[in-house]
């Protein structure tokens, strides 16, 4: 089946470091492929997301490229601060039948920004 | 507005109770998910539900039943709690998934489920 793996953690950076978190998918078709963000206490919210291959998704100075060669959607920031400390989650979209759609999440990476 | 919202935010109970989660949208969307967060915040679909359909269940002990009075709203009912059900439980909501473009789903805040 379909499935995603990330970078596994904790990542723990200072203040103004530059961050790649790494995911990468097995699927059959194109699915979409997302980041979701789950900041302490709270649920999981949309980060960026990219539909198909080469787009790039970007968000609050996030950035990932929906690389179909590699089967990757690593994920970027030039500079981080101190409230991006949260679960970062990659996800793929795998269509079912009459309307819904699952999505497949990787194991989430924890990072830490230091000031 | 809170566009998903779950109730109750916590909730602690005993092995063997039964007990409910609701969840509501009001983002006019037509499918509805519930997810379960283990403690090592690895995340799973349960279920997903379009226009009070059942469309997706993924292998969940039957003492798990998802109930959709209409659209806007997706109930999680569980019977004889055991310990292994503890977990964060989520609840989403997207539009149908088109032409093959997969849609946002939008998550609730979370019920942090703790079984004793």
């Known amino acids: 089946g379909n499935s995603v793996t990330q970078m596994e953690g904790p990542v723990t950076l200072s203040e103004e470091a530059f961050l790649t978190i790494n995911c990468t998918y097995t699927?059959?078709?194109?699915?979409?492929l997302f980041w979701y963000v789950q900041y302490p206490g709270e649920g999981l919210q949309l980060l960026l997301k990219?539909?198909?291959?080469?787009d790039k998704g970007s968000n609050k100075g996030f950035e990932a490229t929906y690389r179909k060669e590699t089967t990757s959607f690593h994920l970027e920031k030039g500079s981080v601060q101190v409230s991006d400390s949260a679960v970062y989650f990659c996800?793929?979209?795998?269509?079912?039948?009459?309307?819904?759609?699952?999505?497949?999440f990787g194991q989430g990476t924890r990072l830490t920004i230091n000031p | 507005d809170t566009a998903v919202s779950q109730t109750p935010k916590y909730l602690v109970t005993q092995m063997g109770n039964d007990k409910s989660i609701k969840c509501e949208q009001n983002?006019?969307?037509?499918?509805m998910y519930w997810y379960k967060q283990d403690s090592k915040k690895f995340l799973k679909i349960m279920f997903s539900y379009n226009n009070k359909e059942l469309i997706i269940n993924e292998t969940v002990p039957n003492r798990f039943s998802p109930k959709s009075p209409d659209k806007a709203h997706l109930n999680l009912h569980i019977n004889s709690l055991e310990l292994g059900d503890s977990a964060v439980y989520f609840c989403?909501?997207?539009?149908?998934?088109?032409?093959?473009?997969?849609?946002?789903?939008?998550f609730g805040p979370g019920t942090r489920l703790t079984v004793l």
């Open positions: 989403a909501s997207s539009q149908e998934f088109l032409a093959g473009v997969a849609d946002t789903q939008y």
């Open positions: 990219a539909t198909k291959a080469d």
């Open positions: 983002l006019g969307h037509d499918t």
């Open positions: 996800a793929l979209s795998d269509h079912m039948d009459r309307g819904a759609q699952k999505l497949v």
């Open positions: 699927a059959t078709g194109y699915p979409s």
